[in-house]
C-alpha cells in the first residue's frame, strides 16, 4: 500500500527534525540533564512538528539503551508500533468529561514496557471547561511515571490554571529556505523532477507548514507526469503566478472593470481558491510597496523581480494602501461566507469605485481650460513671465550696473553727467509703481473683506493643488512657483488674498499682479482680482477685522491693471533709459 510522503519522511529522531532548533535543543539537554518535566504544552502553528517531537520525546525517555538523546531502536519500546505506553488522546473528538475521567482513574497505571506513561493530547484548547477542571488535579501532581504532552495550536484558549503548570515550549514556523532544503532531499530520493522555482513556491504557499509542504510536493507528483514547474503548483492550489496578479493590478490601475470580472469567471472556471487568491494578491500588492518603499530590503529577498519593476511606476504609495485596505476587510468575511467569489468582485468593484470616485472629485476641483485669456488681459504669458523676472531683479540689477558705470567713471577722464540722473529716474520709476500698488493693495483688501465668504476659501483651496501641475510649464511655471509660496487666507466671490512670511515676498506677488492673476484664471476658470500681504500686516488687518475695529467698505475698482503695468513696464522703460549700462544674461 502507497504510504503518503508527509508519514514516510516524518522525523524518527531529534537530528531528522528541520527548523524548530531552538526546541529540539531544550529537550536534548532535558534528556541529558535528566531535568525531564511531568507536563509540557507544546504551542504553535499546524505541520511544524508538535506531534512528531512530542513521540520522539516519548520514545527516548522510554529507551532501555539511549544514546545520549537518541534512542537504540533495537529494544522494545523503540521497535513496538503501537506501544501502550504512549497515549495518543484527539481532544478534538475526546473532549468531554467522561474522557478525561477516564484517562484519570488510567494513570495510576504502571508503565507495561519503559519507566513512563507518556500521554499526548493533541488539540488540547478543544477540550470543554468541565474536562479541563477534570484535568487540572491530575495535571498539577501525576504519579511519578507518568508525563503529559498537551499539543495545541491555540495556547490562548487554554485555560491559564492548566497553562501554569505546564512548561511551554512555542514552535515557530519552519522558514522557507528549511523548507526548500527538506523537499529537495526528499525529491532527490523518490527521484522527482522538479524545479527549484516550484519548491520555492511551495514553501511560500505552506506558510512555514513542514507537513504542508511535503504533502503539496506529493500532491504535485500526482498530477504532473513529468518535470513539476510552477505553473502546476498553482493549479494544484488554486492561486494564481506573479504573472497573473500583475495584470490583475494593472487591470485595477486601468479601471478595466469588464476585464477584471472575465478573468474571476475564468479563476472560478478553473477551480480557483478565491481566499487563497486574495491572500495571495494582498501578499503581492505587499511587495510592490516594499519594492518602492524599501527597494534594498525587497531585492536581497526576492530573485524574481522583473514583474515589480514593471508595475511599480504606474501605481502611487496612497493606491496601494487603499487597495491592501479594502482587502483586508473582505478577507474575513469571505472566510465566513460560502460565496466566497462573489465577495471577491465586490472587493474589486468597490476599489474600482472608489479610485472612479476620487478621479471625479478631482476633475471636478480642477476647471476646464479657459477658451479665452482673462478678460483685460492683452500680453501673452510668455511676455509676463518676463515681466515676473525683470521686475523682481531690476531694481538690484540697475543698481549694481550704475555702481559699476560709477566705479568705471572715476577711473575715467571724463567722468558721466547722467550718472546721478539716471539713477534718481529709476528711483521715480519703481516708486511711481510702489505707489499704484499700495493703492490697489487697499482697495483690494477691503473689498475682499467686505464680501468675506469663508465657504470660498475652502472651496478654492484644494484646487490650488493644481498649481503643482504648472510648474513643468514654461509659460506659468513662475506664476505657478509664487502662488505655492503664499496661503490664501481670505476670498470673496471676486478678491482673493495671499499671505506671505516676508514683506519681500508679498511685494513680489504684488508685482506680478498679471501673470498671477492669468495662473488663477487657467486653473479655476474664473478671473479673480488677487492681492497679497506680509504676515505682520495680516495680523493687524485680521484683528481690525474680528473685532470690528474699522470699518472695511466695498469700492468698485476704477483702474485697470495692465494698464498699470504697462505703463511702467520695467523691461522697456530701463532699456530705454539705460541701453549699454544693462548687462543682458
Known amino acids: 500500500m502507497y504510504q503518503a510522503l508527509y508519514r514516510k519522511y516524518r522525523p524518527k529522531t531529534l537530528d531528522d527534525v528541520c527548523g524548530q532548533e531552538v526546541i529540539v535543543q531544550i529537550i536534548k539537554n532535558s534528556i541529558l540533564n535528566n531535568q525531564i518535566n511531568h507536563a509540557y504544552l507544546f504551542a504553535g502553528p499546524r505541520g511544524t512538528g508538535k506531534t512528531s517531537i512530542a513521540k520522539i520525546f516519548a520514545k527516548i525517555i522510554n529507551c ?33 468529561v467522561d474522557e478525561i475521567r477516564e484517562l484519570r482513574n488510567k494513570v495510576n497505571l504502571l508503565p507495561a514496557y519503559g519507566k513512563y ?8 484548547h478543544m ?22 504532552i498537551l499539543a495545541t495550536t491555540d495556547p490562548h484558549k487554554v485555560i491559564e490554571t492548566i497553562l501554569s503548570r505546564c512548561q511551554r515550549l512555542d514552535f515557530k514556523k519552519i522558514s522557507n529556505d528549511a523548507i526548500v532544503e527538506n523537499l529537495s532531499k526528499i525529491a532527490k530520493k523518490e527521484q522527482i523532477d522538479i524545479e527549484k522555482d516550484a519548491l520555492t513556491e511551495i514553501a511560500k504557499l505552506a506558510d512555514g507548514g513542514m507537513r504542508d509542504s511535503v504533502g503539496m510536493l506529493d500532491q504535485a507528483r500526482a498530477y504532473t507526469e513529468g518535470k513539476i514547474i510552477v505553473e502546476d503548483i498553482h493549479d494544484i492550489n488554486g492561486t494564481l503566478t506573479e504573472t497573473d496578479l500583475k495584470e490583475l493590478l494593472e487591470n485595477i490601475i486601468d479601471n478595466k472593470l469588464d476585464e477584471i470580472l472575465e478573468k474571476i469567471d475564468k479563476y472560478n472556471d478553473k477551480g480557483k481558491n478565491f481566499i487563497k487568491l486574495l491572500e495571495e ?11 518602492k518603499e524599501a527597494p534594498n530590503y525587497f531585492k536581497e529577498r526576492t530573485q524574481n523581480i522583473e514583474n515589480y519593476e514593471e508595475i511599480a511606476p504606474k501605481i502611487s504609495i496612497n493606491e496601494l494602501f487603499n487597495i491592501i485596505e479594502t482587502l483586508n476587510k473582505y478577507s474575513f468575511e469571505m472566510k465566513n461566507n460560502n460565496n466566497s467569489k462573489l465577495l471577491f468582485e465586490l472587493a474589486l468593484i ?4 472608489k479610485k472612479n470616485h476620487e478621479k471625479v472629485e478631482k476633475s471636478e476641483q480642477k476647471v476646464q481650460k479657459p477658451e479665452k485669456i482673462v478678460e483685460n488681459t492683452e500680453k501673452s504669458p510668455k511676455t509676463t513671465n518676463k515681466i515676473i523676472q525683470n521686475v523682481e531683479n531690476s531694481e538690484e540689477n540697475v543698481e549694481k550696473s550704475l555702481k559699476k558705470q560709477t566705479k568705471n567713471e572715476q577711473h575715467s577722464p571724463i567722468p558721466s553727467e547722467n550718472t546721478s540722473k539716471r539713477m534718481q529716474n529709476v528711483k521715480k520709476i519703481n516708486e511711481k509703481l510702489k505707489i499704484n500698488l499700495e493703492k490697489i493693495k487697499s482697495i483690494r483688501i477691503d473689498n475682499t473683506l ?4 469663508k465657504q470660498e ?12 501641475d504648472l510648474l513643468l510649464d514654461p509659460d506659468y511655471s513662475n506664476g505657478a512657483s509664487i502662488l505655492l509660496d503664499g496661503t490664501l487666507k481670505a476670498a470673496s466671490d471676486e478678491n482673493l488674498i495671499f499671505i506671505y512670511k516676508t514683506k519681500r515676498l508679498a511685494d513680489l506677488f504684488n508685482q506680478n499682479l498679471p501673470i498671477l492673476e492669468e495662473t488663477i484664471a487657467k486653473i479655476l476658470n474664473k478671473k479673480y482680482n488677487l492681492i497679497a500681504t506680509d504676515l505682520d500686516e495680516w495680523e493687524i488687518i485680521k484683528k481690525d477685522f474680528n473685532n470690528k475695529l474699522r470699518p472695511f467698505i466695498y469700492k468698485e475698482e476704477q483702474f485697470n491693471l495692465e494698464d ?15 541701453e549699454d549700462i544693462i548687462e543682458y544674461n
Open 64 to 96: 532501555d539503551h539511549p544514546d545520549g538523546y537518541k534512542p537504540c531502536g533495537k529494544c522494545v519500546s523503540c521497535t513496538q508500533e503501537n506501544n501502550s505506553d504512549i497515549i495518543e488522546i484527539d481532544a478534538a473528538s475526546n473532549n468531554g
Open 117 to 124: 506513561k507518556v500521554y499526548i493530547i493533541d488539540e488540547v
Open 127 to 148: 477540550l470543554t471547561q468541565g474536562a479541563f477542571n477534570a484535568l487540572l488535579k491530575t495535571l498539577e501532581e501525576p504519579p511519578a511515571h507518568v508525563i503529559f
Open 281 to 291: 494578491f494582498i501578499d503581492f500588492i505587499r511587495n510592490t510597496l516594499l519594492f
Open 350 to 353: 468597490k476599489i474600482i469605485s
Open 450 to 453: 467686505a464680501k468675506f465668504n
Open 457 to 468: 476659501v475652502r472651496n478654492i483651496t484644494p484646487a490650488l493643488e493644481l498649481l503643482n
Open 564 to 578: 498699470i503695468f504697462k505703463e511702467d513696464d520695467p523691461e522697456d522703460n530701463i532699456t530705454s533709459m539705460f
